[in-house]
């Protein structure tokens, strides 16, 4: 669960990048085992009716009366982190995400045997996000309520909260809703062309009505739906999704106007004029500038394209400049040993994990250039750049001062303790007696021992700044995980997999909940 943010420029704090982490070097990680767990997690944050093939064995059916009361049909899609409310802006970020990463790195997700359980997240989000766009311009934005939520502590199973649904209309829009959304469906229908052409074509139906719809009718959605405020407010505003949704729908459909609205719009949507460090759910500035850089490898591009796509890609240089501290955007902070990108406290790592996927994709952009990154404070090679998106990956599965994966089930020392309602009580499947609102605080959230149940792949937030974790469920701001931390690692996971050799490792467990098992 996210909470609003101030926006502004914003700073990594790591050590030179000669010093940083030196035992990454030294360890080695199954990149395979780390994608499986990751596409694993996925599984525990369904809301709806779970298919026969769920593998998640502690969860059950839950939300199936979603939308029932504004009489439509809300039932699916994904928690977004150990809560469970289902909100529209960070699940379709994490499809986006999802999407991305198959479209990069799908022939090394199908060398590691996981395309299919790919395939399924992210299907698992486009389905809701159809049953959501129930009008051209009307998109369901919002099931359940964060406050009552957030005053109970049961499973997903027994909910007894509101859940209420908001929507975004002409009369209430959402730009950025709209646009992230239409992103999502965008990039999912080039992951699903050759597989499931019928259904890419409907995912794309549904992303042009919604980037339309969208640009019409411009406004925040957090002006329109109060009850998102103090989660997930659109602190960035709309206009990055906007361009971030014309840039998916060009590649998408090769459409120049979709390429024309990015150029024409790039100064006065802030798409070449913000030069910031972060990337988010919220803030999709550096992924629009990185995706825009990436059309100079076409070769029919117009002047003035070709002039404002430069501009972006200058904005996307400074990104990753900023990322490896060559730029005065970064800032040194010797106290911070393990040479971890570092924004705030609250859930640092989502920012690590998207920028190590950033940095990947940029890699692989500076290599197809046969070009090098000109940094205020020095050239960078793609392979450096790779390096040290490599080393960001390596420290989150547990090369770093405390010996800790931050990928939870992954290695032997891992968060035992996880903020999660229904990883932390007993599961449904073994004990179906219903466990109350206040209940669960009582019996279950306040307990010093181990969670019950492993919610396997999810990326919690991770340490403070000097590498420090305190592995309790009362400390949300480092134990909680969300469904955005782990989406771009599936991407960065697949590319490491493949550059060790692609070999498929075999994983095997014989279920997955029970803490034995790890």
């Known amino acids: 669960m996210e909470f609003s943010i101030s926006f502004n420029i914003l700073f990594f704090f790591l050590l030179p990048t000669v010093l940083i982490n030196a035992a990454a070097q030294e360890q080695e990680f199954s990149y ?12 525990a944050q369904r809301s709806g009716h779970l298919p026969y093939n769920q593998r998640v064995s502690w969860r059950h059916h839950s939300g199936l ?24 802006l960070p699940m379709a970020f994490t499809v986006t995400m999802l999407a991305w990463s198959v479209i990069e790195y799908g022939d090394a997700i199908t060398a590691a045997g996981e395309v299919n359980h790919a395939l399924e997240a992210i299907k698992w989000g486009t389905d809701y996000f159809v049953k959501a766009h129930t ?16 005053y109970c502590w049961q499973r997903p199973e027994d909910m007894t909260t509101s859940r209420r649904a908001y929507k975004i209309d002409e009369n209430n829009p959402g730009s950025d809703l709209a ?31 919604l980037f339309e719809f969208g640009d019409k009718y411009r406004g925040r959605y957090d ?23 014309a840039l998916w729908l060009h590649r998408a459909t090769g459409g120049g106007h979709y390429l024309d609205y990015a150029v024409n719009k790039a100064h006065c949507f802030g798409g070449t004029g913000w030069a910031i460090s972060e990337f988010s759910w919220d803030v999709k500035y550096a992924g629009v500038q990185i995706i825009a850089a990436q059309n100079l490898l076409r070769r029919e591009l117009q002047p003035n394209q070709k002039h404002i796509l430069e501009q972006y890609r200058s904005k996307a240089e400074h990104y990753v400049c900023s990322c490896l501290a060559k730029t005065m955007a970064a800032i040194w902070k010797p106290e911070h040993p393990g040479g971890l990108l570092y924004i705030r406290q609250w859930n640092n790592m989502q920012y690590v994990s998207s920028a190590a996927f950033l940095l990947t994709v940029f890699s692989d952009y500076l290599k197809s250039m046969g070009t090098n990154l000109h940094c205020p404070n020095g050239t960078v090679t793609p392979e450096e750049v790779l390096s040290f998106a490599k080393s960001q990956a390596d420290y989150i599965l547990g090369s770093n001062p405390m010996n800790i994966s931050y990928l939870v089930g992954f290695g032997t020392k891992y968060p035992k303790r996880v903020h999660h309602r229904g990883a932390s009580m ?10 109350g609102c206040t209940q669960g605080y009582d019996k279950w959230y306040g307990r010093k021992d181990e969670n019950p149940n492993v919610v396997v792949g999810a990326v919690v937030g991770g340490p403070d700044c000097q590498d420090n974790f305190g ?11 969300c469904t955005y931390n782990t989406a771009p690692l599936v991407g960065v996971f697949a590319k490491l997999h493949s550059l060790s050799g692609g070999s498929i490792q075999e994983v095997v467990f014989p279920s997955y909940g029970s803490s034995d098992n790890y």
Do not use: C
């Not at 395979?32 to 996925?42: G, I, M, P, Q, T």
């Not at 939308?67 to 529209?88: I, M, W």
């Not at 311009?137 to 964060?146: Q, S």
């Open 426 to 435: 007993v599961s449904y499947k073994e004990n179906k007696g219903f466990i």
């Open 223 to 245: 002006s329109s739906i109060g009850a998102v405020k103090s989660y997930y407010a659109s602190v960035s505003g709309y206009k990055d999704e906007l361009l971030w949704a």
């Open 179 to 209: 646009g992230e959304t239409a992103a999502a469906l965008a990039a999912s229908s080039i992951v699903f062309r050759k597989s499931n052409p019928h259904y890419s074509h409907l995912l794309l139906h549904h992303a042009q009505q």
């Open 135 to 150: 009008q051209p311009n009307v998109l369901w934005a919002e099931v359940g309520d964060g406050d009552t939520d957030h």
């Open 471 to 481: 592995d309790e469920r009362g400390n949300y701001m480092q134990t909680e995980a």
């Open 32 to 43: 395979s085992d780390a994608l499986f767990k990751s596409l694993l997690y996925f599984e």
């Open 65 to 88: 009366t979603d939308g029932l009361q504004q009489g439509v049909d809300l039932v699916g899609g994904y928690y977004d982190a150990g809560d469970h409310v289902k909100f529209g």
